[in-house]
Structure formats: C-alpha cells, structure tokens
C-alpha cells in the first residue's frame, strides 16, 4: 500500500521487489547490471527495496542488492551495493554515507 511516485517521468522498474510506502521521484532506474534471458523473470536478480525507502530523482539502483527498511538513496546517485536499515546512500558509486536519525 501507499507506494508513491509523484512525477514518474523517465522511471524505469524491472522485476524488483518494493516494500511499504516507497517513494520515487522521477528518472529513477532499478534493473539488471548485466541483462540476460534467464535473469529477464527473476525478481532476485532485481534490487529490493524495504519499507518507507525513499529514491531520490536520477537514481540508478542496479544488481541483486537490497535497499534497508527507511534508507535514504540521494539524488543521481548509482548504488551497487546493499544499503543498512536507516541510512542514506550518495555518490557514484553511491556509499552509505550516515545513519538518518530518527523521527
């Protein structure tokens, strides 16, 4: 429920799996880092996003990796590698850079 996407211009999702109340802004991209036939189908191959992820616009999240429950992934960012719970991912390649601080 609640998965929003407030302007989906440009956004690109393959077979991923995405938790509860996601947001992702435009030109975002989530797939395969190296697409084949056998892959095309399997949602494991995809990134997975947890519960209250929040993709930030021209984000590139490519691979079998997984995105933490509340984590942060910063604008233009391209992340290859899994995200904790609670942080937020910057950079090329993105890093997870500090742990958000709870509401």
Known sequence: PRFHMPHPIGVVIGVSIIGR???ILPNV?????????KDADDPT???????DVFV???AVLL???KI???AIIGANSVVLSNVPDDYVAVGVPAHARAK???D
């Open 21 to 23: 109340n996601a947001v």
């Open 63 to 65: 691979g079998a990796i």
């Open 68 to 70: 933490g429950n509340r």
């Open 45 to 51: 191959k995809y990134p997975q996003l947890g519960d």
């Open 29 to 37: 991209c989530i797939g395969l880092k190296m697409p084949s036939e």
């Open 56 to 58: 930030s616009t021209g």
């Open 100 to 102: 958000r601080v709870k």
